[in-house]
């Protein structure tokens, strides 16, 4: 045995064949492990579980060809790597699922080919020191189930997107649905926000949210917009109510009898009303004018009687206007009163790190960040419902300072003091889940409603999701008008998308969608922090000045031996 052993140390040629299979073992390993790591912020660079759960249910292959020039310049192609990366790991986890072809369209038969599939080619300049060249460049996916295909362009607004994981599995959910409606609805009553087509650039102001159906239509189908002069359609699933709707009884009684029939709703709400006068629109769109000089009230009667009707279900809205400047927005200012971005403490920006989003509901399992504009706070009355699982998601700070009337005048908002603060966090989104008891009793039913239909409840074991927010402006148009707000824009849209598939019970792009790059937001300093820092840099020069000053003395002392 020993002999055995000794013959195996001695054999090189075996040491060196066990090193040259244990290299390609490892390779191998290797070849079939993602060991990429992604150190972006928001982990835009690498796949979310949403990938694994789009491509589990897919019957059918997937066809992707990616024409991507390669004879471009080194910065873009530096910045080609991520999107090629993120390709590169979907055909590893689609497996036979998928088929991934790169293709760089550099000869004349493959870029016909490019625009056989309906891809047109973008012109690239290249500056020299001596000429200017200019050619076309090719940067978009092709992808086919069946015979659906659809082109997703890698580029747009004059820059690469980051979100191509979360545009693939949109398309590919889109192509495969069954259905072309989308199973969610806007109310339209008055007193409600718009979901108006735009006919010119005045159209995209605050009570208008034609640019957030827009986009949800690209990913979930047809949305409706309803009244309640008769029932709901049974194909709604989802009801989306805005603003400060003013309903009949009998409007609010069919309404509450699609929430007894396992209807979900989605309320965006608001606590105060304010207009703005118009400046000039060509300044507003470079983000040096526009709306200006609102100031906000509470329209009490109109407020009284929604949460009349909402209290039955749980939560009721608070007629305030909330203003937190801890958290403030730095946006442009859209009363054209300052050049550069100031903060606008009626616009809050919450976060998990903050500490506002809090919990581990699903809702908000990837959601960083919410940017909450012009809101108030929510007052929950859990005992109405027994049957009903309350949770907030997202709360105010306790340094937040309640208002009944304010001008929103930014110049105004600059220098606020400390009263009226609210004292504790309020909750400002709320997400309720269970067996509703309705709003209604069989004594106080509208005239001329079938009392054999009534729904006291909500039967068959059904678990119905209503979610109460206290602003409806997280997605207005006035958000998309102007670049400046555009990054809150999609913070907001991809949160309040996930809330509408939850609820209707599909989760799959919700990990995805989230991957939308945060607001850096500086943490504001204590009075202490702020203070010590402040007598630092004042005692700090002097204080080493005057050290300096006696360690010279007492050395030229010393020398003079007098000391």
Do not use: C
């Amino acid at each position: 045995m020993n002999s055995l052993i000794q013959w195996i140390n001695g054999n090189r040629a075996l040491f060196y064949g066990n090193i040259a299979l244990l290299f390609i073992f490892v390779n191998l390993l290797a070849a079939r492990t993602n060991l990429r790591l992604d150190l972006s912020r928001d982990g835009i660079n690498s796949l979310s579980e949403s990938s694994e759960k789009v491509f589990s249910r897919l019957n059918d292959r997937v066809l992707i060809e990616a024409y991507i020039s390669q004879d471009v310049p080194g910065e873009l192609l530096a910045m080609l790597q991520p999107i090629l990366g993120i390709l590169y790991e979907i055909e590893r986890e689609g497996k036979d699922r998928i088929k991934f072809k790169l293709i760089d369209p550099s000869t004349e038969s493959e870029k016909a080919q490019a625009e056989k599939r309906g891809i047109q080619g973008i012109p690239i300049e290249e500056q020299r020191v001596d000429q200017v060249s200019a050619r076309l460049g090719y940067f978009a996916l092709y992808l086919q189930i069946g015979d659906k295909s659809k082109v997703i362009s890698l580029v747009e607004e004059g820059r690469l997107v980051e979100d191509i994981e979360y545009r693939i599995l949109r398309e590919i959910k889109q192509m495969t649905r069954k259905s072309k409606e989308s199973g969610i609805a806007f109310l339209k009553a008055p007193g409600s926000l718009e979901a108006s087509r735009w006919q010119s650039y005045n159209d995209q102001h605050k009570d208008n949210l034609f640019g957030f159906k827009s986009l949800q239509e690209k990913e979930s189908g047809t949305i409706q917009e309803i009244d309640l002069s008769a029932d709901i359609p049974a194909g709604i699933e989802v009801l989306i109510v805005t603003g400060l709707p003013r309903l009949e009884k009998m409007e609010e009684y069919r309404l509450d009898q699609f929430i007894m029939g396992g209807g979900h709703v989605l309320f965006l709400l608001k606590g105060f009303d304010f207009q703005f006068r118009q400046n000039n629109p060509q300044l507003a769109r470079l983000g040096l004018g526009g709306p200006g000089g609102g100031f906000a009230a509470v329209p009490e009667e109109d407020l009284k009687k929604l949460n009349g009707f909402l209290g039955h279900y749980g939560v009721t809205v608070n007629g305030e206007v909330l203003l937190d400047p801890e958290v403030a927005a730095a946006a442009r200012d859209i009363q054209g009163q300052f050049i550069m971005p100031v903060p606008n403490p009626a616009w809050a920006v919450y976060s998990k790190e903050g500490g506002q989003i809090q919990g581990k509901h699903q809702a908000i399992a990837f959601t960083e960040q919410l940017v909450l504009p012009w809101f108030s706070g929510l007052d929950l009355r859990e005992a109405v419902q027994p049957d009903v699982k309350f949770s907030s998601l997202v709360f105010s700070n306790t340094t937040a300072i309640r208002r009944e009337s304010t001008s929103l005048e930014l110049r105004e908002l600059q220098n606020l003091g400390q009263e009226n603060l609210v004292g504790r966090p309020v909750p400002l989104i709320v997400y309720a889940s269970g067996r509703f008891k309705s709003a209604f009793s069989a004594t106080d039913l509208p005239e001329d409603v079938d009392k054999d239909k009534f729904r006291a409840s909500v039967a068959g074991g059904k678990e119905v999701n209503l979610v109460f927010i206290g602003t409806p402006y997280m997605v207005s148009d006035m958000l998309v008008s102007s670049e400046i707000n555009l990054q809150i824009y999609r913070i907001n849209q991809a949160f309040i998308s996930n809330l509408l598939e939850l609820m209707a019970g599909d989760t799959d792009l919700m990990a995805a969608r989230s991957r939308v790059q945060t607001i850096q937001q500086l943490q504001p300093l204590g009075p202490l922090t702020e203070s010590f820092f402040k007598w630092f840099h004042v005692l700090l020069l002097p204080l080493v000045v005057g050290l300096y000053g006696t360690y010279r003395l007492v050395g030229r002392n010393r020398k003079r031996g007098t000391s």
